[in-house]
């Protein structure tokens, strides 16, 4: 057995979600099964896309950058999308003097996870430690309102037209202390069917 089946089936049985095992969703697994459709790329909500979409060049990185520094705390798997069902799934905590954000996932867990947020110029930028071993770079490619899109930007240990990997993400700041948001993941240099998380969180206030 290789080692990114090894990954996906000890993903599986440490976190049971009804839709699909979200740690499995972001470690590498094996091929889609044959004859899969690629996975329809997720949009966020109407209503959060109706503003003209900027360039991120339009957007300062220290603004976008700041209001991602808000999310320092807490936060609360609303629909158990992270399988930790209104339990703390994700914290947020900063680094660095404050330049980096680091966002912490299934906190505790042996396939916990992070994603360092930065800047970069002007765009702001992530890089996410996967589970399965390796990881992609995204930059923030456009701004729509109070969603933030990131895309595909590089990587180290993954090719990506071979290697399953996280390839894109939105964020949506709903409020100071609620946001949701979509991982997407690619397998074979295309959308990877099943390989998405949608999660909504809430901030934990006591």
Not at 186 to 204: E, F, I, M, S, T
């Amino acid at each position: 057995m290789n080692r990114s089946k090894r990954i996906w089936i000890g993903l599986s049985l440490a976190v049971a979600v009804s839709s699909a095992t979200a740690a499995a969703l972001f470690a590498a697994e094996g091929p889609a099964a044959p004859g899969a459709a690629p996975a329809a790329t997720a949009k966020p909500p109407a209503a959060a896309a109706a503003p003209a979409v900027q360039k991120s060049g339009a957007l300062p990185a220290a603004t976008a950058f700041d209001r991602m520094k808000g999310l320092v705390g807490e936060w609360i798997d609303v629909d158990g999308a992270y399988g930790l069902k209104n339990q703390v799934a994700v914290s947020y905590r900063l680094t660095g003097s404050g330049t980096t954000l680091v966002e912490t996932l299934f906190i505790g867990a042996p396939h916990e996870m992070m994603t360092l947020y930065s800047r970069d110029g002007n765009d702001l930028v992530l890089t996410h430690y996967c589970s399965g071993g390796n990881q992609p770079r995204m930059r923030a490619t456009s701004v729509s309102g109070d969603v933030v899109r990131f895309d595909f930007d590089g990587g180290t240990n993954l090719d990506p037209a071979k290697d399953q990997h996280m390839h894109s993400a939105w964020i949506e700041f709903i409020s100071a202390d609620e946001i949701r948001g979509e991982w997407l993941g690619w397998d074979g240099g295309k959308p990877a069917a099943g390989h998405q998380v949608k999660y909504h969180l809430k901030r934990k206030t006591s």
